[in-house]
C-alpha cells in the first residue's frame, strides 16, 4: 500500500508538551500525507495518546506548531472547534455519550455541530452504522452493547462528520480477544478505502498490513521511522529491537 | 379539633399551605435553573464568570436564609426600591421572598449540580470536544444532561429543604403556613399540641412522598455506563 500523494495533511514541527516538569513530548517532528496510514508504538509512558491528542489540541502543546491541511491549528475558540469536527478520534474507552442511543451518538454531531437536519443525519448514521455492522444495534444505549459493538459505534460516529483524518487511541487494547477483530476489520476497511489514519496500536498484525509506516516511540521521541516490513524485519535502534522481542513473543 | 371545624381556620390553613407550595414551585424552578447557570459559570474558561459563581456560593451558602429574606424586604425594598407590585403588598413580598428563597438555594444547586460533574468521565467531555463542539455545547448536550441525572437524589433533598425553609417568608408578612400556625395558637391557647400536630403532619405528608417520588426517579433517570 502506498500513500495516495505526497500532499502532507498532518504537520508537527518541533513540538514539545509538558506535564508540570513532566516532558512529555520533545522535539517532534512528524508529517502525515494524505491517504497516509501511520502506526505508532512504543512502551507505556512514551506519550503515544498525548501525540494523538495534540493533533487535534485536545491537549494544549508548550513549543512548536501544528499544521492540518495547510492551517495552523487555531487556538482556544470556535475556529479550533470547526477544526476538530474535520479530525475523528476513536478512544481506547470508547467514551461513546451514556445517555444517548447509538444513533443518536452518530448524529449528534452532524446535527449540533454541522447543523444538518436531521432526516439527513438520520439517514447517513444508519448508513454508517450498517457498514460498520452494527444497524440492528441502532436504538441501544452503549451501555447495552458489548465492547466490539461499542468501539465501532465510536468509529461510526467519527466518520459522520466526514473527517479529513482518522486519530486512533489504542482502539483494541479495552476489549475481549475475540473482539478485536471485528474492529481491525472495519479500521482495514478504512485504510484501504484511503483515509488518513494515525494508530495507536499494540496489534503488530494491523501495523504489518494495513500501515504505510510505523513509528516507533520512546520518552516522547520519535525514535525511529520505517516502513512496517523494514521495520519489523530490521529496527535500526536498540531500544525498538528491544521493545519488539517484548511485544512478539507474547 | 375545634380549631378545624371552623371554617374561618381551615381557610387561613389551606391557604397557608398553598402559599408554601406556590413559594416552593417558584423558588424552586428560579433556583434550579439559575443553579446550573451559575455551575457552568464555575467550570467555565473565563475567568469572570468562574470569579461570579464561587463568590455567589460563598456568599449565599454560607448567610443565613433569614438574613436573606430580611435583606431582600429591608434592603431590596424598602432601601433600593425594587418592586415587584405596586398596588398588592401581599404579591409584592411574596416575589420578595421567592426572590432571597431562590438566590439562597441557587447556591446549593450549583454545588449539587458541580459535584454532578465530577462523576462523568473526561472522555465524554474529550468525545464531545473532539466531534468539534464549542464548550458550550459540551456542557448542555453531553456534561450537564448527564451531571443533573446523576444528582436527582439530592435535588430531591435540596427541594425538601426549600419547601421548609420557605417558612421564614413568614417574617416579611407573608402568611404561610408557620405564621397562620403561630396565629391560630396565639388564638387558641389551649389546642396548642393539636394544631402543632396538625401543621406539622402535613408538611410529613406532603414531603415524605417527594423525597420517595425523587428516588424513583432518581433510578428511572440513572445513566448506565
Ligand atoms: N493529564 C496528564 N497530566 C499529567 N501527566 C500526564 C497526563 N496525561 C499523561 N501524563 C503522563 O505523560 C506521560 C505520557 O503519557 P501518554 O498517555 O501519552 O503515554 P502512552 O504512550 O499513551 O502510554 P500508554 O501506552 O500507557 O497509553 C506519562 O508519563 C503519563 O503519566
Ligand atoms: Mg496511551
Redesign the interface.
Known sequence: MTAQSGEPLIVLDGVDKWFGSLHVLRDVHLTVDRGEVVVVIGPSGSGKSTLCRVI?R?EPIDSGTIRFDGRTLPA???PL?????????V?Q?F?????KTVLQNVT??PV??RRERSAAARERALALLDRVGIADQADK?P??LSGGQQQRA?IA??LA?RPKAMLFDEPTSALDPEMVGEVLDVMTGLARDGMTMVVVTHEMGFARHAANRVIFMADGQLVEQAEPAQFFANPRSERARDFLSKVLTH | MHVFSDPANRAVYLSSFLLILKLTGAAGVIALVFGVVLAAMRVSPVPVLRGFGTAWVNVFRNTPLTLIIFFCYFGLFVNLGVTYSDDDIDLNNFWLGVTGLAAYTAAFVCETVRSGINTVPAGQADAARALGMTFGQTLRLVVLPQATRSVVAPFGSILIALAKNATIVGTIGVLESASVMRQLINDNGDAVIPIFLVFAGTFVALLVPTGYLFGWLAKRLAVRR
Open positions: 487535534n485536545l482556544e475558540g470556535r472547534a470547526r477544526l476538530r469536527s474535520e479530525v475523528g478520534m478512544f474507552s467514551n461513546l455519550f451514556a445517555h449528534l454531531g449540533k455541530v444505549y451501555a447495552q465510536a460516529r467519527a462528520m
